[in-house]
């Protein structure tokens, strides 16, 4: 059944692709109906999670932000799509990295850690990899049909970057330090870890969560340089990265550090646009299950 349902839906997914901008956004619009107003695709999450993380905002305020958010999901997922279509040049001109500089000097004495949000675009945070001299990993979480997750991957790696599944990280990443091989690692840092492996609680958009440590401990175990990386959508289809230091040397790093200013960064960017953020992941779900000081 996997097969089947991936041989009906990939010659779409090409063709959507290959489309001329104006039919491609197009599509995103009509897209956004169906699933705004028609299949109503998780909304209560998405209401629910706004009025916990943004309560500053009137009810009319979320709801616009509600609206904007879907109708960049759609845009989202099919900009994941074009993916397959789209040259070394024209992401360069679509995703533009404004200090390339920053992780260039990093990396000339360290593997670098690069942590980022579910953000505007993380789909093409991977062609990072055309402005660096490290190997590119890119860190994901396999999906449930095998031949989708094949295409995920092959997507993921265009620009030569090397997908490793989560579970397979820690490994991945001891071996290429014992063997000399220097990389520049995405992380997007943002999940809920479940309950049984929280270790340590911290305000996110001020509630009181669970938060992975785990990029953390590999930033200091390696001695890794560790940058956030901030993406603003400056238009339909066209995005602006920029690289926030956040340690330079994960070895001289204090207990949380790097888990917090992660946190801290993360706030300001999705309180600037609140409706570039992935509303529809339950982050806030272990919220009542904080441990009494």
């Known amino acids: 059944m996997q097969l089947v349902v991936f041989l009906l839906a990939y010659p779409v997914l090409r063709l959507i692709s290959i489309l001329p901008k104006p039919l491609f956004y197009g599509f995103s619009d009509i897209a956004f109906v169906l699933i705004f107003y028609l299949a109503r695709y998780r909304r209560k999450v998405v209401q629910e999670n706004l009025r916990l993380a943004l309560p500053e905002l009137s009810e009319e305020e979320r709801r616009q932000v509600e609206k904007k958010f879907y109708r960049h999901l759609c845009d989202l ?44 675009n993380w789909e093409w945070n991977t062609s990072i990899n055309n402005v660096v001299t490290s190997r590119g990993f890119a860190i994901y979480q396999k999906i449930g049909n095998k031949y989708f997750d094949r295409l995920i991957k092959k997507i993921r790696a265009k620009w030569n970057t090397d997908p490793i599944e989560q579970k397979n990280t820690v490994k991945r990443m001891y071996e290429n330090e014992r063997n000399g091989v220097r990389g520049i690692y995405g992380i997007v840092n943002d999940q809920s870890p479940m309950m049984s492996r929280a270790q340590y609680w911290s305000p996110f958009m001020g ?87």
């Open 207 to 293: 509630i009181t969560v669970p938060i992975f440590v785990g990029a953390e401990s590999l930033a200091k175990k390696l001695d890794l340089a560790t940058v956030f990386l901030k993406v603003t959508k400056v238009k339909r289809g066209y995005y602006q990265a920029e690289f926030i230091p956040i340690n330079d040397k994960g070895s001289t790093a204090g207990e949380h550090e790097i888990t917090e200013k992660f946190l801290r960064l993360s706030e300001q960017q999705i309180r600037e646009q609140p409706e570039y953020y992935l509303w529809t992941h339950r982050r806030w779900k272990h919220k009542d299950k904080a441990p009494q000081a």
């Open 77 to 120: 997922f099919l900009e994941m799509v074009k993916t397959m279509d789209l040259s070394k040049k024209e992401v360069a001109e679509r995703y533009h990295i404004i200090n390339p500089e920053l992780i260039q000097n990093l990396e000339k004495e360290r593997s670098v850690l690069v942590l980022c949000t579910h953000y505007a």
